[in-house]
């Protein structure tokens, strides 16, 4: 079974090695949704094309759905062989924000069936301690592929089964934001600020330590 993180050393060694692999830059800023890109353009890993939050890792908006829904199975499987995404290609996903966006992309491609995907333990950020050569410039565009929709790795629900689920105690809700925002303070994201009721707060960040790896 592949195992959810990889190190820069390995990583290292897998594309030294020759072996095929998508490396795939997932950075994001919630407050400047442009900026991780254009930082993209200048600094990345070799040959890692750029895949953005708001337009790869999700379905628009319509006023009712929250802030970053999924798409369905079949939209997202198309927009990942659009970027040159093949059934059973090794996929690494990092992003400079403590593996919060890279972990959505692990997550959503186990979610239509495809368990080759890892996480760069400590980011980019990694990657260039462990001397990690970067590039700049455009990554030319990978020719399309076929990414099919298999049976899901990782299971979810949908907002009506959550709140049917409300005070029943069958699950636990974990709210992986800040505290504050937990709490209703500082929210500078979302019209109304608070949790979901009975949410537990474990704020993502508290899963790393100081060096930034997990």
């Not at 368990?115 to 990694?126: K, S």
């Not at 899901?152 to 636990?172: C, M, N, Y």
């Not at 474990?202 to 899963?207: G, S, V, W």
Request: glycine content about 12%; proline content about 9%.
């Amino acid at each position: 079974m592949t195992q959810p993180l990889i190190t820069a050393p390995a990583l290292r060694a897998l594309m030294a090695s020759g072996a095929p692999v998508l490396v795939i830059d997932c950075s994001f800023d919630l407050a400047d949704p442009a900026r991780c890109e254009s930082a993209h353009a200048e600094r990345h890993l070799p040959g890692a094309i750029y895949l953005h939050l708001d337009r790869d890792l999700s379905a628009p908006m319509d006023g009712r759905n929250g802030r970053h829904p999924l798409p369905t199975p079949a939209e997202f499987a198309e927009r990942m062989g659009r970027h040159g995404y093949q059934d059973g290609l090794h996929v690494v996903a990092y992003d400079t924000a403590g593996g919060m966006y890279a972990a959505r992309l692990w997550w959503m491609l186990r979610w239509i069936g495809h368990a080759e995907v890892q996480v760069l333990d400590g980011g980019l950020a990694a990657w260039d301690a462990a001397g990690g050569a970067l590039a700049g410039g455009p990554v030319p565009p990978r020719a399309p592929a076929h990414c099919s929709v298999q049976p899901p790795l990782a299971p979810h629900l949908s907002f009506e089964e959550v709140l049917a689920g409300l005070g029943k105690g069958r699950r636990l809700i974990v709210d992986a934001r800040a505290p504050d925002r937990f709490r209703g303070e500082n929210e500078t994201l979302d019209p109304v600020g608070g949790h979901i009721p009975g949410a537990g707060n474990r704020f993502f960040r508290d899963n790393l330590g100081p060096d930034g790896h997990f």
